[in-house]
């Protein structure tokens, strides 16, 4: 007989059922998955060697435990794929509010039924599903709320006195018995309701308006916080943090490949957007990096932090430009080009939080600086560092016995040098883009020098991003005015100065 054609406290006994506490269900389930190399939190990325080993450790201790970080840290994700350690189903007395055991019951009204009915007292089953609680703290948070309360109209309608325990209302902590409770932001708890929860969390007992209570309440407690010096609305009160075994530092991706792939799992791309629209592995990385280069700016406040949630609304922005764009030219396909990423700066802007001299600067220019910076972090994995060819050339005026190192990059500049420009509109064509970055002497030439096995649509992406690349590094002069992007030389926007700019563009750099 199956396990959930059980219906009755007789026949659970004869089916030899063992009652456990959750905690013991879940070690056990982690033990199990282990075991069999099952990875018991798929889709989290980044944390295989720190975050995930420490939560396995956690639940083999039998911990509550609290994720601790900035935002964006898939803190609330590591907590709700818990449930799927949790046994699929388990029996519960039928009708109880607090989903008493059948084996131990807790409450008066499990105690009462099964003195009344014996092993006819009926029992039904609750999926894992069901066994997850999840409250956000806010400052209006009760005690109410979280454990419970007199319901005066359940005492009128049944015609009892505020004595009896029957007209007891249960908050959602007692209604999370026997699964895994999780409170988010927890420093926004006030302290008074924090209190609340140490005898929860230690002696599990409880305390309604003077009732007298004794409920083991048996419940996997996971907490989620920002660092406390992150919010100025509270903190965790002492001994609440430590009645809470196991403090898990959670943190941001630590290399572009985990950040990508995270990216690409979680950003909701249509399939029709998709099969219009391709991304290259370039555009893909350099709005990754956009989130890398916010995290260590200093305009950006790192206490706030810089969520993962930049770079997936920035790579949909960033498809959702190309698409506009394709749409109003009526092109079947295109791809993103270096240009669409002006597209991506309301994601960015939404996402951080700036210091002083970061407001003062704006958050749209912060955000374009951030673009450039990516731009030009980006740039060194592809082609030549100018910064190196700078040095190398520098060192050489120095022997005039040696020859000059060679610049790879002086036939473009001679171009721009020569008083031409390129005018790319962010609403291009395709077509004119492409022939746009054709009329750059030496551009195709030096593009096709380091990649020779690049596509049409490839050399042209390279060909814009290389003009990109030599504005960031102060090679070439980039304006972005009302929707068009403007190169031109160097020399001639910074007012006849000379050569020397090329000799101090170490010292201009952190302008660029």
């Known amino acids: 007989m199956k396990i959930q054609h059980i219906n009755t406290l007789g026949e659970l006994k004869k089916s030899g059922y063992q009652s456990r506490s959750v905690k013991d269900e879940v070690r056990e389930n982690l033990i199990r998955s282990i075991q069999e190399k099952e990875n018991p939190f798929a889709g989290i990325i980044g944390y295989e060697d720190t975050v995930i080993p420490d939560t396995e450790r956690a639940i083999l201790s039998r911990h509550n435990m609290l994720f601790l970080g900035l935002r964006g840290q898939a803190k609330t994700r590591m907590a709700r794929q818990m449930v799927d350690l949790l046994d699929e189903y388990i029996p519960i007395v039928a009708g109880s509010e ?107 007992d409880i305390q ?121 030219h009526q092109e079947k396909q295109t791809q993103i080009w270096i240009s669409d990423l002006s597209g991506i700066i309301p994601a960015i802007t939404g996402k951080i939080e700036l210091v002083y001299e970061g407001e003062q600067e704006g958050p749209y220019q912060v955000a374009l600086n951030l673009v450039d910076k990516a731009i030009r972090s980006q740039f060194v994995q592809y082609f030549p560092n100018p910064d190196q060819i700078k040095k190398k050339r520098s060192a050489g005026k120095k022997s005039v016995e040696e020859k000059e190192p060679e610049n790879p990059y002086t036939s473009i500049i001679r171009w721009f040098d020569g008083g031409n420009h390129v005018d790319l509109l962010m609403d291009m064509k395709d077509e004119a883009r492409i022939n746009a970055l054709y009329q750059v002497d030496g551009l195709y030439a030096f593009v096709k020098k380091y990649f020779p096995q690049a596509s049409k649509d490839q050399n042209a992406l390279l060909m814009e991003f290389v003009l990109h690349g030599l504005a960031a590094y102060s090679l070439i002069s980039k304006k972005t005015i009302e929707g068009r992007i403007e190169f031109k030389d160097l020399i001639g926007s910074m007012m006849n100065l000379g050569e020397m700019n090329f000799d101090v563009a170490d010292e201009e750099e952190d302008y660029s």
């Open 208 to 328: 309604i308006r003077g009732f007298k209570l004794r409920m083991p309440l048996d419940i996997l407690f996971i907490f989620t916080a920002n660092p406390e010096d992150y919010t100025n609305r509270g903190s965790i009160v002492t001994p609440l943090k430590d009645r809470i075994q196991s403090q898990i530092l959670t943190h941001y991706p630590k290399t572009i490949e985990n950040s990508l792939a995270i990216t690409e799992q979680e950003a909701r791309i249509p399939a029709d957007q998709a099969s219009k629209v391709e991304v290259s592995d370039l555009v893909k990385r350099l709005i990754e990096q956009v989130a890398f280069e916010a995290r260590n700016n200093e305009y950006v406040d790192k206490k706030s932090g810089v969520s993962a949630r930049l770079t997936i609304a920035a790579f949909e922005n960033a498809v959702s430009s190309a698409e506009r764009r394709a749409l109003i």
């Open 98 to 204: 607090v989903n008493d055991d059948p084996l131990q019951p807790m409450s008066k009204f499990a105690k009462d039924l099964i003195a009344e009915h014996g092993d006819n007292t009926p029992i039904q089953w609750m999926h894992r599903s069901e066994r997850y609680g999840e409250k956000l703290a806010t400052p209006d948070v009760s005690v109410a709320d979280l454990i419970g309360d007199i319901d005066p109209i359940k005492a009128a309608n049944l015609k009892l006195s505020f004595a009896d325990e029957k007209v007891i209302h249960y908050g959602i902590i007692p209604r999370s018995n026997r699964g895994i409770f999780v409170i988010n932001e927890l420093p926004d708890l006030q302290a008074r309701i924090q209190v609340a929860l140490f005898n929860i969390l230690q002696e599990g």
